[in-house]
């Protein structure tokens, strides 16, 4: 076998091979045949994936405009059996590679491709142009699906050329400055610039700019020209992008030219009419387009004339401010450069008078040096046959102040004569003689009536005029009223009452004489008649009329009463009583604002039986006494679990009662209110009484918050005319949430029987005289929600010096320590599980005396009632004991509230159960009431009321063992 033709390396490479076959007989044959070896794996493309090309005008359609060829975009493709070759193709967005685009052997990119474009770099492994139809007529390649030419042999990659234009613009062209006159700017200019159109000013010409691509360009046009026309016009052009930018300015310079003229008004010689001056002329001004011309005049009066009545001789100046500064002043004179002078005609007008001049041909020369001012002499002469007009101002004739006269100013008259260049005034009359006055004249200290006066106004021609007139002086100055601040009358029996304006006055006066004094503006209207149907406050005006007839008035009121019942009645009556139904006694029920008072009785009750009918009334109860009345430190452990939550209140009056500072909202600020109360710190709630009424008949919206809404602490009553006896309110003991309060005096105090007690234990001691000690006050095992008891103590024995912290802390104490007492009051909102001799708090004390400790110390209820609430909400007593033993003790506390009117509770302690009196006394000894009864150890407390007498009284205790006795006040 034998190789005997072939043509590779190449696609498609051929081999011709022949087999020759002899056997053994030496016969020979042979076979010969083609062997094609395809190459089917395409080219591997690897490609620069951003290629950058400036723009360098080297392309085949003109400037701007470059070429890329394909080759430059690979970076290393390769093939395995060969040389790879290079198209591209420009990426189309609405085609898909690799077929359908026609790709070139270099790619030309222009100015509107500037940025980044997509490119098809296609890679083959043969070279199309040795194979006969792969190429176009132009030298691309077109892959369409199946041609079997390029099947297998191609690959590609996709790419990003960056096309930049780095060459920035250049000028070809820019104009030369110019100078042109302003009267050449003002003529063909001026009016385009001003509206902003700056074509007008092409005629200059314009700059030449290139660019291989666009560039932007800019022009603006800068006006800077003064009053007369003479400056800069500055034209400037840039062309740029973003390489750069190229630059043209052009300066038009506008150049002044003085040659204006003017024309002087000629001599006048006239006759006044209707005391006006005829027009005597003006300087006229021409071809002034670029000055700055000021006119101006002065005059020389002549009043000694042969042929007229004056002569003025006015001297005109025409200053050119565009060359003034140059000078200053009539530099050169144009005397004898007029018109007629050097036969012209300047102005135009046909004329060539010997009044028009031209600046510049003056004492210089025709044309000479422009000096900016002319100067022209204008004689007037005028005849005056008239007399003068004039007008005297209004003359002020009211009396303001407090005399009953007044300054009077006769006014300089007003002359509207124009013709006369100066005037003698006089003035005549009943206020005086004034002659030649050159101003106002004062007249002094003027009295009411009229005054006839004369002017007499002389011109300088002789002309006289005159005006007679009549000045009223008059008093213009009110009375001044003066009322009594009200008046009460009490009706007659017949059902009315006479009231005179007089009974109403307080010293009304006027500044020029008697007064006159009525109810209306009608000064006979002297008195009024009012009826029972107008019982109550009624308005009244006191008019105070002068002798001239001015009129004034103040206003007061006359109160109409019915005391004696000489006109209908009505009646309010109602009830006062708490939630729960229980009558409030003493509660001070006012109607209208104390008009009419009434304390409630036992029961609650009130009654106003003589009300006049038709009027308009508000009842309003107060009550604000005993603010400890019912409030203890159970109510604040409601209170506390109410605001956070555990336990609402039930009722919208609880939440009132819990609202101690009356800020409409319940917060632990209202707790510290209350403790502060029961501590007995404060007598009394921030900003709030001891008790509230509510209209029994309001519905509270919301009964849970009845804040959000003004409830009506007041009954109101609009011209009543039947008695209302249901005018009832709810009483709300403030600071009392479980409705313990005592609200009249058979209401006894609250039912206190204990379920077991909260024990105290001190380790007794030997106090010695001088030393101190500190006293813990222990508790036993117990669950509890709070506590409140007065601790008594000997002042005699022992001296407090502090109170240290333990369960209850600062706030939880009130010191009253010059009676021997400290309260206490400590609760929280969920049980506290106390342990065996936990430390309630401990006392520093002192001792002054020798002392046995369990002497001097005892819990009571003289201040602040001893009670204690365990985790079941169950009332505790509460006890003190020494070393585990309750130590005996008799005591007679203070009454609260002292002073009192009304009720008040005295407490006292027994050591043991036994009978007991307590007697009240006046100062003589004299028995004033007695209360005996039985009652257990420890504390009690008698409530008295309805005692026979006012002022210092002696209460006595006396028991089987013991007495005592304390001192009270009451009130009336």
């Known amino acids: 076998m034998e190789l005997i033709a072939?043509?590779?390396?190449?696609?498609?490479?051929?081999?011709?091979?022949?087999?020759?076959?002899?056997?053994?007989?030496?016969?020979?044959?042979?076979?010969?045949?083609?062997?094609?070896?395809?190459?089917?794996?395409?080219?591997?493309?690897?490609?620069?994936?951003?290629?950058?090309?400036?723009?360098?005008?080297?392309?085949?359609?003109?400037?701007?405009c470059s070429w890329l060829t394909a080759s430059v975009l690979d970076d290393g493709s390769y093939d395995n059996c060969g040389d790879v070759y290079f198209y591209a193709a420009k990426m189309n967005a609405f085609l898909t590679p690799p077929y359908f685009y026609q790709y070139y052997p270099q790619l030309e990119f222009c100015c509107s491709e500037v940025g980044d474009n997509m490119v098809i770099v296609l890679v083959l492994d043969f070279d199309p142009a040795t194979i006969p139809g792969a190429l176009l007529p132009d030298g691309s390649v077109f892959l369409f699906p199946g041609n079997p030419i390029y099947e297998g042999s191609f690959n590609?990659?996709?790419?990003?050329?960056?096309?930049?234009?780095?060459?920035p613009p250049v000028t070809l062209f820019c104009p030369q400055g110019q100078t042109i006159t302003c009267d050449t700017y003002l003529q063909n200019y001026a009016a385009g610039v001003a509206n902003g159109d700056y074509s007008v000013l092409d005629g200059f010409g314009s700059p030449t700019f290139y660019d291989n691509c666009e560039y932007d360009l800019n022009h603006t046009v800068t006006v800077n020209l003064n009053n007369c026309t003479e400056g800069t016009i500055t034209r400037s052009w840039t062309a740029s992008d973003s390489n750069g930018q190229a630059t043209c300015t052009q300066t038009i310079t506008v150049t002044h030219?003085?040659?204006?003229?003017?024309?002087?008004?000629?001599?006048?010689?006239?006759e006044c009419v209707d005391g006006q001056l005829p027009d005597t002329g003006e300087p006229e001004i021409f071809h002034d387009e670029c000055e700055l011309i000021g006119v101006s005049h002065e005059d020389q009066l002549f009043t000694v004339v042969p042929d007229a009545c004056y002569k003025i001789v006015r001297t005109w100046t025409v200053i050119n401010?565009?060359?003034?500064?140059d000078f200053g002043y009539d530099a050169y004179s144009e005397a004898g450069k007029a018109e007629c002078n050097l036969n012209v005609d300047w102005d135009g007008d046909g004329d060539k008078d010997c009044r028009t001049f031209r600046d510049g041909w003056n004492s210089t020369g025709s044309p000479g040096t422009p000096d900016g001012y002319i100067v022209w002499k204008q004689t007037i002469k005028v005849n005056d046959n008239e007399d003068p007009d004039f007008t005297i101002p209004a003359i002020d004739g009211c009396i303001v102040d407090t005399d009953c006269d007044t300054d009077i100013t006769l006014p300089y008259p007003d002359i509207t004569d124009e013709c006369s260049l100066s005037f003698d005034v006089d003035i005549t009359g009943d206020l005086g003689t004034f002659l030649n006055i050159t101003g106002d004249v004062t007249v002094a200290d003027v009295e009411v009536g009229e005054y006839e006066i004369t002017y007499a106004v002389t011109d300088n021609c002789g002309n006289t005029s005159y005006q007679t007139i009549t000045v009223v002086v008059e008093d213009c100055k009110l009375p001044t009223p003066y009322c009594v601040n009200g008046l009460v009358i009490e009706i007659m029996q017949t059902g009315m009452i006479e009231i005179w304006a007089e009974d109403f006055d307080a010293g009304s006066f006027d500044n020029c004489g008697p007064v006159q004094l009525s109810l209306s503006p009608d000064v006979n209207d002297i008195s009024a008649i009012f009826t029972c149907d107008e019982l109550g406050q009624n308005p009244i005006q006191l008019w105070v009329t002068d002798i001239y007839g001015n009129q004034d008035y103040c206003e007061t009121f006359v109160v109409v009463q019915d005391n004696l019942f000489s006109c209908n009645s009505v009646t309010i009556a109602g009830a006062i009583a708490t939630e729960e139904e229980e009558g409030?006694?003493?509660?001070?029920?006012?109607?209208?604002?104390?008009?009419?008072?009434?304390?409630?009785?036992?029961?609650?009750?009130?009654?106003?039986?003589?009300?006049?009918?038709?009027?308009?009334?508000?009842?309003?109860?107060?009550?604000?006494?005993?603010?400890?009345?019912?409030?203890?430190?159970?109510?604040?452990?409601?209170?506390?679990?109410?605001i956070l939550g555990i336990q609402l209140l039930d009722s919208p009056y609880k939440i009132i009662a819990a609202d101690a500072n009356k800020t409409n909202n319940v917060t632990t600020l209202d707790m510290v209110a209350i403790r502060k109360v029961i501590l007995q710190i404060e007598p009394g709630f921030p900003n709030n009484t001891s008790w509230r009424f509510v209209d029994k008949d309001y519905v509270f919206p919301n009964a849970g918050n009845p804040f959000v809404a003004q409830f009506p602490e007041v009954i109101n009553y609009n011209n009543l005319a039947s008695n209302q006896l249901l005018a009832d309110f709810v009483g709300v003991k403030v600071g009392d949430v479980n409705g313990s309060a005592a609200a009249n005096a058979t209401d006894g105090a609250q039912d206190r029987t204990f379920n077991g007690s909260m024990n105290m234990d001190v380790q007794d001691r030997e106090l010695v005289a001088g030393k101190s000690y500190t006293v813990a006050f222990a508790a036993d095992a117990i669950d509890l929600l709070g506590y409140q008891f007065t601790l008594s103590y000997n002042t005699q024995a022992v001296e407090v010096v502090e109170v240290v912290a333990g369960v209850a802390t600062e706030e939880h104490f009130g010191m009253l320590l010059e009676e021997g007492v400290i309260t206490t009051s400590w609760n929280v909102s969920e049980a506290r599980a106390l342990a065996q001799g936990e430390v309630l708090f401990s006392l520093v004390i002192k001792a002054t005396a020798d002392v046995t400790l369990s002497e001097v110390f005892g819990v009571s209820s003289a201040y602040t009632v001893a009670e204690a609430y365990n985790a079941n909400s169950e009332l505790l007593d509460v006890k003190l004991?020494?070393?585990?033993?309750?130590?005996?003790?008799?005591?007679?506390?203070?009454?609260?509230?002292?002073?009192?009117?009304?009720?008040?509770?005295?407490?006292?302690?027994?050591?043991a159960s036994s009978t007991a009196k307590l007697t009240v006394m006046d100062i003589s000894g004299k028995v004033l009431q007695v209360v005996e009864g039985d009652y257990s150890k420890g504390y009690n407390e008698v409530r008295l009321s309805n005692i026979p007498a006012t002022g210092v009284l002696y209460y006595q205790l006396d028991t089987p063992t013991h007495s005592a006795t304390r001192k009270m006040v009451i009130l009336n």
């Open 584 to 642: 409030v006694e003493g509660v001070d029920v006012q109607v209208n604002g104390g008009l009419f008072s009434e304390l409630t009785d036992l029961t609650g009750n009130f009654s106003f039986d003589a009300l006049a009918a038709g009027g308009d009334y508000t009842v309003t109860p107060m009550l604000d006494v005993e603010a400890s009345n019912g409030v203890t430190t159970w109510d604040l452990v409601l209170i506390s679990r109410h």
């Open 6 to 64: 072939d043509n590779p390396p190449s696609n498609n490479a051929q081999y011709t091979v022949r087999h020759v076959f002899k056997d053994i007989c030496g016969n020979i044959s042979e076979c010969i045949y083609n062997i094609t070896v395809l190459d089917k794996v395409p080219p591997v493309p690897i490609c620069d994936e951003i290629t950058e090309l400036a723009l360098t005008n080297n392309g085949g359609s003109g400037e701007g």
């Open 321 to 325: 401010w565009c060359i003034y500064d």
């Open 156 to 167: 590609t990659c996709m790419v990003t050329v960056q096309v930049t234009d780095k060459i």
């Open 881 to 911: 004991t020494f070393n585990g033993m309750e130590a005996n003790s008799f005591a007679l506390y203070q009454n609260v509230p002292n002073p009192f009117k009304g009720a008040t509770v005295v407490g006292f302690t027994l050591p």
């Open 257 to 270: 030219v003085s040659n204006w003229v003017v024309e002087f008004p000629a001599d006048f010689t006239g």
